[in-house]
């Protein structure tokens, strides 16, 4: 331990502590605004400097180790002044235009600079000037990017992306795509957490809410909304809503205010998720033989890019189960529409996601089996879903709370879980276990697949079937390890389910953003309490599922399911290889 | 008012002067992949605020190309704008009254030129080919890259074993170093902002003195691959080192009768004393690489068979032949190269030239090599003979200065003419033909050029050759290795052979003629590329922990140079010329240090590698 003074307050830290951390365990807090624990402690914005007696400068606190007997003011004159000047320096560069900014109000550049009661400007105020490009679902707006770098420790250090980089020297240092690209061109996954983590708005995931009001606005369509599990945990934080009022029920009540004739839940999908790809597990396990191991969950589609792009000779790995959202799609303009007699082509299927790499993926040419039409028209982040509430000037404290609709809106608890890392694995285990023994497991038998550990392993046994050895997996670095373990065959596994984003979903890039803090534990926590409180636990005892098998898909992986609940991975190119081929068309 | 006046510089004008010499150290210190368009900009408008104002191509001119240079950086124009600089500065160039707008706009041309593709990416992409790469300047200007801040904060700390264990995670000869090494580390030191640059060499002498013997690290298991380094010298001897701690059994052929190469063969003990050498190559053996010696590859044992047993060689044969002048009387009886001179002394076999005059001819290091041993070896005169001037000597200055100290004749700007012997064959004087400096080359050194003077008489007893080193190639063509042009051998950056799988080779073989740190960098990169092919991905990395760095001092302080023993004392001996620093002056020199490995762009990105 250390002994310090901070602002006259004699204080003990633990060795090796920084002044910011120590000043904020004592109650005294340091603006920052580029500082990100462990990931980003480069000290470039020079918000956090304090003053130490005994050293002529000013020195930063976010990376400065506390060392026995300092004697540290924050908030002496020349710290103020210091402050204040360097985040004047910083607003000349940036496009104030906060009225019409995605991030106005959980800006953290718009708050330093209310608290730090900026209001005035002696500076000229020139931002970076560069193009917008739209056609991915990351946006980049140069203006207001502060070079705090977070996005670029983010993609480096936790994605192992590189996507970001620094670019141009000199003052003309800025940020920008890695060796001079275009994001088109990269093989970015378009997970978003370079945009959770952006203190601005300066990457933001691209607004598509206007398609969805156009939508709604033509009395021809017939609209139809699915919630992808993740998002009924954390949408309410964007509300400050306390537990109580923070259910998935009102956020149902919310969006059929806005409009949407069928507002479905993508549990359901989720459920047939696991039976398709629970049975192909199977039919691959028996058959063991005629597959290469192990087999990969294939509904994150940020993994499967990144499958696709870093490790491509692995595609074939991958469960040929499209993902839960695309799932939806297929059977909304299909079963459902021949159900209730509607022209699939006048059926408008929106998603609300916790994700922006599920933008990308219902753009993908694969994804159009049900009448031709993409399966789904358009994905709205969780964010987005917040946005229309709002403007639509609803306050869902005062909601009654709503049931989803039929015949697309059951879930079970195993499918709720889909949206933590783990709870694939933990579903497909349960139903597998049933496909083959004819009796359910333990709910909670494969618990060990559980939890916040970036990389489990666990084995359990199927009577009848065998040992199945299964890894879980989120964060694409921790996902680029686990792969290298299987390249170079130091651990071996049947089956693997893998998350793009760090704890899953409920840590996703479409997901409320923080201030940079990471959430997906306690929303992940939220889905297993649901999980556990689910009247039905297994997917295969979805009532609605079994009608839709029973009356229109016969059985899984039968003809029907094989045409549209999945797909083939290999017949589309994606990042870099896109780029080459395109280039080769010429 | 009086007729004429004394010249006094006001203040303002003193502390200009300052700022210039403040501006100088800086640009020296400018970090290697800034944008050269953004530089090319600043110079300019250096340069524009220099002009006197009176004629219009200057004036106006010099404005004009910034602004339109400022444009292409904010990425307005198109590809036109680039024909309307170069011809705005063509016209400069030839109206301008003065040198001040003729060099400016001259500088704008060149830059045209230089580094078009960064001008058009920033007109057609408005994006910028510059990028830091390496952030810490003096271990990006370290062929090895080694961890120059980390050892540096260790020494602060009194820790010198420790950094000599983390200079050998990226080289195994810190000793080596610490002696003889050109430290290209120091050339832009942060600290030149600041002051002056940061004796790195002096204070990694104090470290190796300091720390004694420090045991080597655990070889990883063995792998059962084996590997033959053909020549002992420092790239050969790295290549083994790491080879061997990666687990590989390694065995080193070594022409000469003792390993070392150029550090015993071409480097006088005088620089870096034998007993210093010998310690380090005995503590590389120590990982147990079994050595050859006096064994030649080709004549003793051939290529082939090396090839066949061994899974992977490595060429390092150095670069140990002499170059001739091809002047007359190159054949007498006294003319000896300087190669040859220095390997008899290398060997322990010392020529006596007890009231001799010998000429040297050169004005490289080697030449200041032989020329001081020459004085050691008991010769009344020395005359080292350039043809060009002292300054373009590509000795360092520092070695000109030693010889010059000890005794030494540097008679600049003669070339040699012929060699005069007596009746019995023997030297009897180098005839010169004085030169004049002229025109500088493409990379700005002068061309020197006959001047309308008579031929000079140099008397001599022995001349000593040192105009360069050349690689034996001779038995290599037929192994089927390329060959270029000038007698290098061919391999990429990699130290890969072309066409030749399992086959490395670096150092001054491939490059000719260069430095130790360099051939030990290829060493070094060889011993990376062999283990990959030998399908291998070893890690080399060290335990040492790097010091936190607290809060630097940037209160402008001497820098500490190497004091030397008095010249009339040390020209009698071979023992070493330079003194080691003080406890005093280590601690001081090490507090210099700015830690760009931390603040900076150091502790974002490429900071310290930790292992490769």
Known sequence: MVNFTINGRELTAPKGATILNAAEKAGIPIPHLCYLKDLNEIAACRMCMVEVEGTDRLVPACNTEILEGMVIHTNSPRVRDARKTNLRLILSQHNSNCTVCVRSGYCELQKLSHDLNIHYQPYPVQPERAQVDLSVPIVREASKCIKCMRCVQVCDKIQGMNIWDVAGTGSRTTVDVSYNRYLKNTDCVFCGQCVTHCPTGALTVRDDTTKVLRALADPEITTVIQVAPAVRVAWAEVFSLPAKQATTGRMVAALKRIGFDYVFDTNFAADLTIMEEGSEFIDRFTHRGKYRWPMFTSCCPGWVRFLKTQYPAYTDHLSTAKSPQQMFGAVAKSYFAEKMGLDPKKIFVASIMPCSAKKAESELPTMRDACGDPDVDVVLTTREMCRLFRSDCIIPADLEEAEFDSPLGTGTGAAVVFGATGGVMDAALRSAYYLVTGKNPDADAFRAVRGEKPWKEAAFSIPGAGDVRVAVVSGLGNTRRLMDAIEEGTVDYDFVEVMACPGGCAGGGGQPIRGGQEYAGQRGSQLWKLDAGSEIRFSHENPDVQALYRTYLKKPLGERSHHLLHTDHGAWSAGETAQREAEQDW | ?612
């Open chain 2, 1 to 612: 008012m009086s007729r004429l006046e004394v010249k006094t510089p006001g203040q303002a004008q003193a502390v200009v002067e300052q700022l210039y010499r403040n501006m100088e150290r800086r640009i020296a210190a400018s970090p290697p992949g800034l944008c050269p368009v953004d530089m090319a900009l600043n110079f300019l408008d250096l340069c524009r605020a220099q002009t006197c104002g009176k004629c219009v191509p200057c004036r106006i001119g010099l404005t004009q190309l910034s602004n339109m240079i400022r444009e292409v950086l904010d990425g307005e124009p198109d590809l036109g704008i680039l024909r309307r600089i170069e011809k705005t500065a063509q016209v400069i160039v030839d109206t301008a009254d003065c040198a001040i707008g003729t060099d400016a706009a001259q500088l704008v041309l060149m830059g045209l030129k230089g580094f078009r593709d960064d001008y058009e990416e920033h007109i057609l992409h408005h994006r910028c080919l510059g990028c830091l790469k390496n952030p810490v300047p003096c271990v990006a200007l370290c062929p090895a890259g080694v961890d120059i801040p980390g050892y540096i904060a260790l020494i602060g700390e009194g820790r010198c074993a420790d950094a000599v264990r983390l200079i050998r995670k990226d080289n195994p000869f810190p000793t080596a170093c610490a002696y003889i090494c050109e430290h290209p580390c120091e050339a832009r030191c942060r600290r030149n902002m600041v002051d002056d640059a940061l004796n790195i060499r002096g204070l990694k002498r104090y470290a190796v003195d300091q720390a004694g013997d420090v045991p080597q690290p655990k070889c990883a298991k063995a792998t059962g691959k084996s590997v033959a380094i053909i020549g002992g010298g420092p790239g050969g001897l790295s290549a083994a080192y790491y080879l061997a701690l990666m687990g590989h059994k390694v065995t080193v052929y070594e022409k000469q009768k003792a390993l070392g190469g150029m550090m015993r063969y071409g480097i006088p003990s005088y620089r870096f004393p034998r007993e210093k050498l010998d310690a380090e190559i005995a503590s590389i053996l120590s990982l147990g690489i079994e050595v050859h010696t006096g064994v030649d590859v080709g004549t003793d044992v051939s290529f082939d068979e090396l090839k066949q047993q061994y899974d992977c060689l490595y060429l390092s044969i150095g670069a140990h032949t002499d170059k001739k002048t091809g002047i007359e009387g190159e054949d007498s009886v006294g003319v000896v190269s300087a190669v040859e001179l220095l390997r008899h002394i290398g060997d322990n076999e010392m020529p006596d030239f007890t009231g001799q005059n010998v000429a040297v001819i050169g004005g490289g290091n080697v030449a200041m090599d032989v020329t001081r041993s020459a004085i050691r070896l008991g010769a009344e005169k020395v005359t080292c003979v350039y043809r060009r001037r002292q300054e373009d000597m590509t000795a360092q200055q520092e070695e000109v200065e030693g010889a010059i100290a000890e005794g030494a004749e540097v008679l600049t700007l003669q070339a040699p003419l012929r060699i005069e012997a007596d009746e019995n064959g023997h030297v009897a004087a180098l005839w010169t033909q004085p030169q004049i400096i002229g025109e500088m080359d493409k990379a700005g050194r002068p061309r020197p050029g006959t001047a309308a003077v008579e031929p000079l008489r140099i008397p001599a007893d022995t001349i000593i050759v040192a105009i360069g080193q050349g690689i034996e190639t001779r038995g290599l063509e037929q192994t089927g290795i390329k060959i270029q042009r000038g007698g290098a051998l061919l391999a990429d950056s990699s130290t890969q052979l072309p066409d030749m799988v399992g086959v490395f080779a670096g150092g001054d073989c491939v490059t000719g003629p260069a430095t130790v740190i360099r051939a030990i960098a290829a060493g070094k990169a060889a011993a990376a590329n062999i283990d990959e092919y030998l399908g291998f991905n070893h890690e080399i990395e060290s335990e040492v922990k790097v010091p936190t760095p607290r809060c630097t001092d940037l209160r402008p302080r001497g820098r500490v140079n190497a004091t030397e023993r008095d010249a009339s004392e040390r020209k009698g001996d071979f023992l070493c010329i330079e003194c080691g620093m003080t406890d005093q002056e280590a601690g001081q020199e090490s507090s210099r240090c700015l830690r760009c490995d931390h603040f900076g762009y150091g502790i974002f990105k490429g900071g310290r590698v930790e292992k490769w």
